[in-house]
């Protein structure tokens, strides 16, 4: 039996230990979160490691009220102490969820703590790690997971103040525009007043120019679904995309998410909170049709897609064979498990091209998270190193593949 999370957790082999410590420490590059900026301008400090893991995560939320925990402990009024005991409480019981493995990689790696958490050791990690977080910042956090590159989630309307270098780590906005498909007439109204002669599409292109100048590489749109053709959503995002490569602004584009399905929830606590779940699919047909009219009139810009659902992630896969220049994204979300990447790597390899993937990101808003990218950095060595054990690939371009997919790659595409 193996010691609990000992240093060869997840990998299979002799040969994937030795990739594994080629990308082990490579600088992180997280292309897509939604950290706050301001903070890490302000250098936040945390009170507990209460504050640090449970005012922000809503992964940790959603599995505390999967175990029965009442809301006072999660987005209550309970003290940050009172919630991460109920967060210890709840541990045991998410065996082979990767919260279990997320969680004791954060102990493992920002605080030096090998136990496990439960109800009976929360005590002693809790003060253990206090110890830890007197001293520590959000820009120290940074510095030790060697994150080079954070972009976060911003709205058109959003002023941009707090984006810059930071001891180093460069933080750039992301063109969030999904407010713009939701009819909202009272934000589109404000976003018309950023334009010309009341036109939302000079205001677009009058704000992403905006975004632009504070750094702006990535546009973002999470879509329920591909709008209907012949309506003005769909028109408005055939324009986006039409300006993105245009200005040479890479296109990120996020489906299969079915959001805030517990209205008494949503009203009560707000999005973002938990409650968005898995569309029972995602329509590629439409999504090759929008794809292809780009094409078409060559404004198809660099584009990367990410599918809730990975029932379409083979269809997605071998779309990005169809058209030059669109990407199959990270295991997302509710797919980021331990059998989720492994699926979603050996699809990207049989259907795609694994040696072109762009590895991984947070898309969190906590930010002790960044042990994710070990999770995934372990993972994907586990299954290039079964390959090469196997017979079935060579040991001298599996260092090199390992360490593109974890870093080259994404770097190059950003051109940072």
């Avoid at 082979?96 to 493992?108: A, D, F, I, R």
């Avoid at 984006?163 to 589109?188: L, Q």
């Avoid at 992630?313 to 979300?333: D, E, P, Q």
Wanted: aromatic share 12%; with cysteine.
């Amino acid at each position: 039996m193996k010691n609990f999370f000992n240093n060869e957790l997840l990998l299979d082999s002799s040969v994937s230990e030795k990739l594994y410590l080629k990308v082990k420490n490579l600088p992180i590059i997280d292309y897509h979160c939604h950290l706050e900026e301001k903070l890490i301008s302000e250098n936040k400090s945390f009170s507990d490691i209460g504050e640090l893991w449970l005012s922000f995560d809503h992964y940790k939320w959603r599995a505390m009220r999967l175990c029965g925990i009442d809301e006072e402990y999660i987005t209550g009024k309970k003290t940050f102490k009172e919630k991460f005991f109920a967060y210890a409480k709840i541990m045991p019981k998410l065996a082979g969820n990767p919260l279990y493995y997320w969680t004791h990689l954060e102990l493992k790696q920002l605080f030096g703590i090998d136990e496990p958490l439960n109800e009976n050791t929360a005590e002693i990690i809790y003060n253990k790690a206090n110890e830890i977080i007197s001293g520590l910042s959000i820009r120290k956090i940074l510095k030790k997971f060697n994150v080079e590159f954070i972009a976060t989630t911003d709205d058109p309307l959003s002023e941009l103040t707090y984006h810059g270098n930071y001891d180093g780590v460069s933080v750039s906005p992301t063109f969030r525009p999904d407010k713009v498909f939701k009819n909202d007439k009272e934000y589109i109204e404000k976003l018309k007043e950023m334009g010309k002669d009341n036109d939302i599409k000079k205001a677009l292109s009058n704000r992403l120019d905006y975004f632009i100048s504070k750094g702006c590489k990535i546009a973002d749109t999470a879509l329920d679904f591909i709008p209907d053709e012949n309506t003005e959503q769909y028109d408005l995002l055939c324009y986006l995309a039409e300006l993105y490569s245009q200005k040479h602004i890479i296109m990120q584009l996020h489906l299969g998410t079915f959001r805030n399905v517990n209205t008494s929830k949503f009203l009560g606590i707000g999005a973002d909170s938990g409650f968005d779940i898995m569309r029972s699919e995602v329509d590629t047909d439409r999504l090759v049709k929008f794809l292809n009219k780009l094409n078409e009139k060559n404004q198809l810009p660099i584009t990367i897609i990410y599918t809730l659902n990975d029932n379409a992630i083979k269809n997605i896969c071998t779309l990005s064979g169809a058209f030059k220049n669109v990407y199959v994204g990270a295991a997302w979300w509710f797919n980021d498990t331990v059998n989720g990447i492994k699926k979603h790597i050996s699809n990207v390899a049989e259907y795609s091209s694994l040696g072109t993937n762009l590895g991984m990101l947070t898309d969190s808003r906590s930010f002790s998270s960044y042990p994710r990218f070990d999770f995934f950095r372990r993972i994907l060595c586990s299954f290039v190193g079964d390959l090469v054990e196997n017979g079935e690939y060579d040991e001298k371009s599996a260092e090199k593949l390992v360490k593109d997919i974890c870093y080259n790659n994404i770097k190059e595409l950003l051109s940072i």
